[in-house]
């Protein structure tokens, strides 16, 4: 089969995209030149000094991992040098980081990005990600602003993740569909390897830190409850998976049908998952593939959004498999309020 790099298929698709020609195109360039710079040291550590923590801890609260702050100034780098756009709000930055130059003058879009998620992963060899969000801005010229940023999840021009795995794999979707591509370093493309990508209605995985079972809202429970009881017609119990880097269990319960659940904890009342770089992207390519993403009551995309880092429940995955979580919510919240 003829290799097709993202480069040519982007072009090739250059009418799905409302936007003018080959603003995309390079925007998803700068994105992918980060990626693969990203994933060469991502497969080195180990054998650098580029593991380990910094000492500092980020707006989250977490421990910065070298490796968090190399991706960072990656994706950073890439996406002022290219032109296209005007600001970025990172999961590593308390604030946003207008861009307001020469070769962005003209810069249409802006760009959310968790540039490592799940980075507590890296030190034990566990795949990582890299998930963004490219929106049209609000406001008119300069640098970019933070009400760039305060729109829903619906208005997403394009989303994507990168999966830095047993290989590397960009999937993205603009609105039509959802096409992986994988990084064949002997070329240093990205290579058209899953056309049109669409999620089992049904499956059998179910992805949540069971740790915190004792903290869960009931609803939760009893839905986690089910998906361990035995019921040979509906092949269950089901399989739990859960490798601590949300990319990777949702990009495997992409493929196979699954569910993937950070509800409320104690420890994050509000859900830990960000809505604007890890959630929306996130909702919008498995909606895009067939799928469903709530935060137990509401559609992940249609949900207000007024702070940078605010964080959401997510039960994202398999159609028939979202809803049956959600049924167990209501029923339990109705059960509440008699
Ligand atoms: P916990 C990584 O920090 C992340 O945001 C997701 O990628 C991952 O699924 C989750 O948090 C892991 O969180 O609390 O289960 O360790």
């Keep these: 089969m003829r290799v097709k790099t993202l480069g040519q298929f982007i072009i090739e698709k250059q009418a799905d995209f409302q936007y003018a020609k080959g603003e995309l195109s390079r925007l998803l360039r700068d994105i992918g030149i980060a990626a693969k710079i990203v994933n060469r040291e991502v497969n080195k550590a180990g054998l650098?000094?580029?593991?380990?923590?910094?000492?500092?801890?980020?707006?989250?609260?977490?421990?910065?991992?070298?490796?968090?702050?190399?991706?960072?100034?990656?994706?950073?780098?890439?996406?002022?040098?290219?032109?296209?756009?005007?600001?970025?709000?990172?999961?590593?930055?308390?604030?946003?980081?207008?861009?307001?130059?020469?070769?962005?003058?003209?810069?249409?879009?802006?760009?959310?990005?968790?540039?490592?998620?799940?980075?507590?992963?890296?030190?034990?060899?566990?795949?990582?990600?890299?998930?963004?969000?490219?929106?049209?801005?609000?406001?008119?010229?300069?640098?970019?602003?933070n009400?760039?940023?305060?729109?829903?999840?619906?208005?997403?021009?394009?989303?994507?993740?990168?999966?830095?795995?047993?290989?590397?794999?960009?999937?993205?979707?603009?609105?039509?569909?959802?096409?992986?591509?994988?990084?064949?370093?002997?070329?240093?493309?990205?290579?058209?390897?899953?056309?049109?990508?669409?999620?089992?209605?049904?499956g059998k995985i179910y992805s949540v830190n069971e740790g915190n079972y004792l903290h869960f809202?009931?609803?939760?429970?009893?839905?986690?409850?089910?998906?361990?009881?035995?019921?040979?017609?509906?092949?269950?119990?089901?399989?739990?998976?859960?490798?601590?880097?949300?990319?990777?269990?949702?990009?495997?319960?992409?493929?196979?049908g699954g569910i993937y659940i950070y509800p409320t904890t104690t420890k994050s009342p509000k859900g830990k998952l960000r809505l604007l770089y890890e959630c929306n992207p996130l909702a919008f390519i498995i909606e895009q593939a067939g799928g469903k993403a709530t935060d137990g009551v509401k559609r992940i995309l249609e949900k207000e959004i007024t702070e940078l880092h605010q964080r959401t429940p997510l039960f994202i995955g398999s159609e028939e498999m979202v809803d049956k979580a959600m049924e167990f919510l209501k029923a339990s919240v109705a059960l509440e309020s008699k």
């Design 217 to 256: 809202p009931d609803g939760v429970k009893k839905y986690i409850k089910y998906c361990q009881a035995e019921d040979a017609a509906t092949s269950r119990p089901y399989s739990s998976r859960y490798i601590g880097s949300g990319v990777a269990d949702i990009h495997r319960n992409l493929i196979l």
């Design 48 to 145: 650098v000094e580029i593991l380990g923590e910094t000492g500092e801890t980020n707006v989250q609260g977490e421990k910065v991992k070298k490796l968090d702050v190399f991706a960072n100034e990656q994706f950073i780098a890439a996406l002022k040098a290219g032109g296209e756009c005007c600001a970025i709000a990172s999961e590593e930055n308390e604030e946003i980081i207008p861009i307001d130059s020469e070769v962005s003058k003209n810069a249409k879009y802006v760009v959310a990005i968790d540039p490592l998620d799940g980075s507590s992963n890296i030190d034990v060899n566990v795949s990582v990600g890299t998930i963004f969000a490219i929106y049209r801005r609000i406001t008119l010229k300069g640098g970019g602003k």
């Design 147 to 202: 009400e760039d940023f305060f729109q829903r999840g619906t208005e997403q021009i394009a989303a994507g993740y990168i999966i830095y795995g047993s290989s590397a794999m960009l999937v993205y979707t603009t609105g039509k569909g959802v096409n992986g591509f994988t990084l064949d370093p002997s070329i240093g493309e990205f290579c058209l390897s899953h056309p049109n990508l669409t999620i089992p209605k049904n």
